[in-house]
């Protein structure tokens, strides 16, 4: 059994393109998946940004996944 990781993700709180741009006393909800890092299409190890493939449980196809993280690796 493969190790699984699990992932905050910001949820836009309106679908509605004038309001795509949070204001800044407003908190965003987040999404949590869980499940195992598939594939990593992009890491910048200079500030952490890193663009992921997901098999995330409960997910049938892989998840892209756009986020920070100091070091990261497929597999986990």
């Known amino acids: 059994m493969s190790p699984q990781a699990t992932l905050a ?4 709180t309106s679908t ?10 407003e908190v965003q909800s987040t999404e949590v ?6 594939r990593v299409i992009f890491h910048n190890a200079e ?3 890193c663009m992921l493939r997901i098999k995330a449980c409960g997910h049938r196809d ?14 986990e």
């Open 33 to 38: 998946l869980t499940g195992s890092i598939e």
């Open 62 to 75: 892989l998840v892209t996944v756009v986020g920070h993280a100091a070091e990261i690796s497929a597999g």
């Open 16 to 25: 509605d393109p004038a309001q795509a741009s949070p204001q800044p006393t």
């Open 9 to 12: 993700l910001p949820r836009p």
């Open 47 to 49: 500030n952490g940004f």
